[in-house]
């Protein structure tokens, strides 16, 4: 982008980074002295046709208009959510023709000392305003909601500069500990961080005993602790973990996905630890030359192809709770499950708690490979 041309879209799915990354904009594009009146910030958080039409309107006005005493002005359309759509009115012909104006203007691009940040947590990356910013290189992207693996991946590439800017230091394990019970949510994260620091009082290493003292279970990592309950066959902690869910409003229907991964994952560790293809110690594991059908499965399995080798060990412990048919029933109870959810003809809750209960069961002798 040339001085003359000071044009930027930043989205992303991480509401936090984004939000960062446009104050940082701001701040690059904006001297504080002049923002009294070269800054114009436009709420894009709205949540009707006339309030979007509006939003829009003033946008491409403030954009026509000189700041007050003649210089340049930056305008920023913050937090646009209505570019993500959803409802009838946000389908008019009004709200249409307002963002084809807008992506019209971002062509035909801003005039001479003027300037045009929008930031928002949704915009399609098939639409005609997010092509047009694409073309004049104005994009910058930090990601749609992807699959479970791949937002994983791109925390933990971030995750060492989050350590930096506390100070603070993690082992391999005490990191994917750490992840466990946080979650993926990069908000949540660096409020944790802040609380070991203060925990620990002040820069340094962290340890499994500070995260486990100290760190706070978020939704996403309850949901995980409730497959791993599954997994170690405890049904007391299947039966804590399902009330916990239920009390924070959790749909049993995303559940039952997040059960049916666990269950394929193990299933695929489970005919390694048969067939002498998966090594499996306390904390390290490792596939050993798996057979080709093998390899194939990691085709429907990226997750379990992705996770590190303590956490693959920790899974290949669960795996060894079960032999390989029971792991097939479990997979079998859980899709009969979700039909009877789909029809509608019992409770979901009870629908859960009973299979799970199915599955758990009582336990084969650890390390078993009967079946």
Known sequence: MGEKQRLLLVCGSDDYL????????IDEWVPAADRDFGLEIIDGNVDTSDRVVAAVG???????????????????????SF???????????????????????????????????LSTCAIPRNSALFKAFKEAD???????????????????????????RFGLKMGTQVRDEFLARVGSD????????????????????????????ITSVGKEAEAWDLTDAVGLRNSVKVALSLRRLEEQGTAPIMLSVMLDGRIRDLILIRAGLDGGWLRAYDKSASWDNPPREA??????????SKQTSYR?????????????????????HLMMMREQMVSGSLDEGFLMETTLFKIVGRPAPRGSSRG
């Open 186 to 213: 990069t908000r949540t994260i660096l409020q944790e961080l802040e609380k070991l620091l203060l925990y620990r009082g002040g820069p340094g290493e962290i340890k499994t005993a500070d995260v486990e003292a």
């Open 18 to 25: 984004v939000a960062e990354k446009a104050k940082a904009v």
């Open 58 to 80: 003033q946008c491409l006005e403030a954009l026509q208009t000189m700041s007050f005493f003649g210089g340049g002005k930056t305008v920023w359309l913050r937090n646009a």
């Open 312 to 332: 693959l060990a920790k899974l290949a412990q669960q795996a060894r709770n079960y032999t390989l048919n029971e792991l097939r029933a479990a997979r079998h």
């Open 295 to 304: 390899q194939l499965a990691f085709g429907l399995a990226e997750s379990l």
């Open 83 to 117: 570019l993500a759509g959803g409802g009838r009115s946000f389908d008019s012909d009004r709200v249409i023709e307002s963002i084809v104006s807008l992506t019209s203007m971002v062509r035909e691009g801003v005039a001479e000392g003027q300037a045009f940040l």
């Open 138 to 164: 104005a994009v910058v992207d930090f990601g749609a909601d992807g699959k479970p693996w791949e937002r994983e991946r791109a925390l933990r590439e971030n995750f060492g500069t989050f350590l930096e």
